[in-house]
C-alpha cells in the first residue's frame, strides 16, 4: 500500500524556519517525482516545490524561490521542504504528493496524496 506522512508543520512567527517531511511507503522514490503542494483557506492547492531524478534539478514556483529548499533521502524513502523566511502568506496546509513521472505542478497529475500538515505564520 502506497502511503505518505506528513509531519514538521506548526506555528512560527514571520522570518521563522520550519522542515517538513514527507515519508513515503509502498513503494520507492526511483522514477517517482515528489512534490509539495499547498491549500489555503478559500484557495486552490498550488503546486510549490518538485524533485525528481527526470529532472535535472529541483522545481520551485516563485513564491517560494529562493527561502524553501527541497530535499530528498532516498535511503530512509522521505523528502524535506526546508522553509526559510516564512511570511504570513505562507499559511496553509502542506501536502505532499508523488506520481510516478516528471514533475508537474498540476495537482490533477499526483495519484498518491499524503495526509497534510498545517503551517502557520504570524505577524
Known amino acids: 500500500e502506497v502511503q505518505l506522512v506528513e509531519s514538521g508543520g506548526g506555528l512560527v512567527q514571520a522570518g521563522g524556519s520550519l522542515r517538513l517531511s514527507c515519508a513515503a511507503s509502498g513503494f520507492t522514490f526511483e522514477g517517482y517525482a515528489i512534490a509539495w503542494f499547498r491549500q489555503a483557506p478559500g484557495k486552490e492547492r498550488e503546486g510549490i516545490s518538485c524533485i525528481s531524478k527526470r529532472e535535472s534539478r529541483p522545481l520551485y514556483a516563485d513564491s517560494v524561490k529562493g527561502r524553501f529548499t527541497i530535499s530528498s533521502d532516498n535511503v530512509q524513502n522521505r523528502v524535506y521542504l526546508e522553509m526559510n523566511s516564512l511570511k504570513p502568506e505562507d499559511t496553509a496546509v502542506y501536502y505532499c504528493?508523488?506520481?510516478?513521472?516528471?514533475?508537474?505542478?498540476?495537482?490533477?497529475?499526483?495519484?498518491?496524496w499524503g495526509q497534510g500538515t498545517q503551517v502557520t505564520v504570524t505577524s
Open positions: 504528493a508523488a506520481r510516478s513521472k516528471s514533475c508537474s505542478s498540476d495537482s490533477n497529475d499526483y495519484d498518491e
